[in-house]
């Protein structure tokens, strides 16, 4: 008797016909259960640390956990260049930096004086934010969210930030979370980085096309409004970059 038959005969045999299809009905639902629950769920959570989790479930987090884990602090903890050079436009206040990752621009910010919250779905990238936040020796607030679900507070912010995350649904979301006065500050990869081979996304659903990231934000008043190809530390990226204050 070979080993498969042997296990077969183990669970089966000893028990009757009946018995053998109420378990395997069991066994049936128990795993339809369990795929059921690899999809996003909205499950808002508090706990008492500077942590808030909203929803931190399904493949997506999945998948931008293993990434952050396998890597080290994006760019060394090193802010974005563009929100470096432009940061005597932001007078300190509340600011909210969406898909924050590893967190190097929410802590330059509340290095800056500033209040942040740092979303992101990723809670390894998040924690790899506190970490850095700790060792340059301030705070922030991180709230481990999927941005398709995570309700932006209107009107509450002094600064919202995005940096190399697209989607495109979010930016009526930002334009309210903004008070009157707030400024947005985002850059992000054009579809010129794919077309010239460059490292970066490859889907267009991640990518701007020409002029569009100035559509996305009309009716804010555009102070400040780039698109080409920059040199990055080591590498060159197709981008566009914007900052934008509600009046
Ligand atoms: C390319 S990284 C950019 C990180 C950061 N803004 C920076 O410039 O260093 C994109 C980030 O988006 C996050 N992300 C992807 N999908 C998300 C979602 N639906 N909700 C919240 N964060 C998301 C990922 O976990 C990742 O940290």
Known sequence: MNSRAKIHNFICLPLPRITQKFLIAILAKKFYIYISQLH??????????????????????????KKMRERGVAEEGKPNSFLKRHIHLFPPGRALDIAAGEGRNAVFLAEHGFDVEAIDISKMALRK????????????????????????????????????????????????????????????????????GLRGPQNPVYLLKPNELLELFKGLRILFYREGIFKKGKSRKAIASLIAEKT
């Open 40 to 65: 996003i769920k909205e499950k808002p959570v508090s706990t008492p640390a500077n942590i808030t989790l909203f929803d931190s479930q399904g493949p997506l987090t999945g998948r931008w956990n």
């Open 129 to 196: 934010a506190r970490e850095l936040a700790r060792s340059r020796g301030v705070k922030i607030k991180t709230i481990i969210a999927n941005l398709d679900f995570y309700p932006i507070e209107q009107g509450h912010y002094d600064l919202i930030t995005d940096f190399y995350f697209l989607d495109r649904r979010l930016i009526p979301v930002i334009k309210k979370g903004l008070k009157k006065g707030g400024k947005v500050i985002f850059e992000t990869y054009l579809t010129a980085n794919k077309s010239l």
